[in-house]
């Protein structure tokens, strides 16, 4: 094939992103399990290029979790959503910038639910007028956050501290990217890439120096997958799934996991903790893990930010050995300290997994 | 040793194909309540046997469905038949009466 027929069969796969002002709404549980992350999205869009980015300290969760546990039903959901849009309309914004990605897929699916079936906007409008006197404007651009780095990794890439590289041998770290299932699974044409070929992760882990590692379960979920986690009894299935990708990658030998979804970190960090406890089987090197990142964190060191101010003493797995290789300088002694550098306790070690 | 109160599941290949899936059919026609059950897992949240017995009518349905039935004869005969479950149902599953009638066809 012709490489401007490539172009032009790429050309598809790609999606509009806003070039500035955006109205930012943040995840529950990248807020709670990694809460260096957004706040190290801020700063990088407000201060390391310069962007437009307002938080409202009203908005809500998108009732995602609720929503794909089958508690909420989806005209809640949609309800909920005209309001995050209510809130943006009336702070003068129509770009949404949204960290999670089952957020970005909800706000995508009501969209998209509006558009083929218009009653239910009406529906929806009604709704949010009884029940808070608010009227919105839809966004002009829906963008997960993963999608604006992507858009600006060369701007980050200039101001890098600490590429992608291993200081000791000199080569790029190989880097495992996982890209969150509501991102572009279920849009196709929502995700850059689409679901076939998702580049948002691969174009960053590129431009900042890195190596990605193909493997045969690079799409397999993470394992979260809502309710057969959210019942204890049934989150054989979760780990499950997570053993299933890591004994795909293991062999691969990556040196870091970067995610763009909020869950997975979570489900790829803690799973390993829960497989070695299980299985008494660790993936890293010398019973470590393999480190699991954000692509905030992931930003965030590259352009030299403090590891304890990017929250990584939240990880399960523990991150040092990829601060070495980047040859990133790190205080252990402050990994665990508060506000005034008071030592708070550090965590009780697991058993098997080294850390 | 933590009790995680799960254990990981190796892979598995469900041939619906092959396994006899007569028992789950038979069901199916006596009781029509046994195919909406959604697995939400209510039942055996409020199961008082569970307590203390390793029984689960989610997992006897999802077994029966299969067609894998051998695991789910030990379980079967754990169930007092309190009917907390049909109680808590969301859907309105005859949970109490598919275990009555599984017990009478596999067991009894």
């Given amino acids: ?21 955006y109205f930012y709404v943040r995840s529950c549980v990248r807020q709670t399990f990694f809460p260096g992350a957004e706040k190290a999205f801020i700063e990088i869009m407000k201060n390391r290029l310069g962007k437009d980015l307002y938080e409202e300290p009203i908005h809500t969760t998108c009732t995602g979790i609720a929503y794909h546990s089958d508690i909420v039903p989806l005209e809640t959901t949609m309800t909920v959503v005209a309001r995050q849009f209510a809130l943006m309309t009336e702070n003068g914004y129509e770009n949404l910038a949204v960290s999670c990605v089952t957020s970005f897929g ?30 919105f404007k839809k966004p002009a651009n829906v963008a997960h956050a993963s999608d604006i780095l992507y858009k600006f990794r060369d701007q980050i890439a200039a101001q890098a501290v600490y590429p992608l590289i291993n200081r000791h041998t000199g080569q790029p770290l190989r880097v495992v990217e996982h890209i969150g299932c509501h991102y572009a699974k279920m849009f196709p044409h929502k995700g850059v890439g689409g679901a076939e070929y998702p580049y948002v992760l691969v174009g960053m882990i590129e431009s900042w120096g890195g190596e990605v590692v193909d493997y045969p379960e690079r799409r397999h979920c993470c394992g979260f ?22 004994d795909s990658m293991a062999p691969y030998k990556p040196d870091m996991i970067i995610t763009n979804c909020p869950g997975c970190p979570m489900f790829l960090d803690r799973g390993q903790y829960a497989i070695a406890e299980l299985e008494g089987i660790t993936y890293g090197e010398n019973g470590y893990g393999i480190p699991v990142f954000t692509f905030e964190e992931v930003a965030g060191l590259v352009l030299g930010f403090d590891p304890w101010d990017l929250g990584l003493q939240f990880h399960q797995v523990a991150v040092e050995p990829l601060l070495d290789k980047m040859g990133i300088p790190y205080d252990p002694a402050m990994k665990y300290a508060g506000s005034g550098g008071k030592f708070i306790g550090s965590p009780e070690l697991p058993e098997v997994l080294k850390c | 040793m933590i ?34 059950c959604m697995a939400c897992g209510s039942c055996g949240g409020t199961c008082t046997a569970a307590q203390f017995e390793p029984v689960s009518f989610r997992h006897i349905l999802l077994m029966v469905r299969r067609g894998e ?15 907390k479950c049909t109680l808590v149902c969301p859907r309105g599953v005859n949970t109490r009466h598919i275990l009555a009638l599984l017990r009478t066809m596999l067991i009894n």
């Fill in chain 1, 106 to 135: 909800v706000y995508s699916e009501v969209l998209e639910t509006w558009h083929h079936f218009p009653e239910t906007e009406e529906k929806t409008r009604e709704m949010l007028w009884k029940a808070t006197r608010r009227e």
């Fill in chain 2, 69 to 83: 039935t051998e695991s789910v004869r030990s379980e079967l005969t754990k169930c007092m038949y309190c009917g």
């Fill in chain 2, 3 to 36: 009790n995680w109160q799960f254990t990981l599941h190796p892979d598995h290949t469900i041939n619906l194909d092959t396994n006899d899936r007569t028992l789950a059919r038979l069901l199916e026609e006596k009781e029509p309540t046994s195919r909406i």
């Fill in chain 1, 225 to 246: 997958g809502f309710r057969q986690y959210l019942i204890q009894a049934n989150r054989g299935y979760t780990f499950s799934n997570t053993k299933k990708k890591f």
């Fill in chain 1, 1 to 21: 094939m012709k490489i401007e027929g490539k172009r032009a069969l790429w050309r598809e796969y790609q999606k509009a992103i806003a070039d500035d002002h």
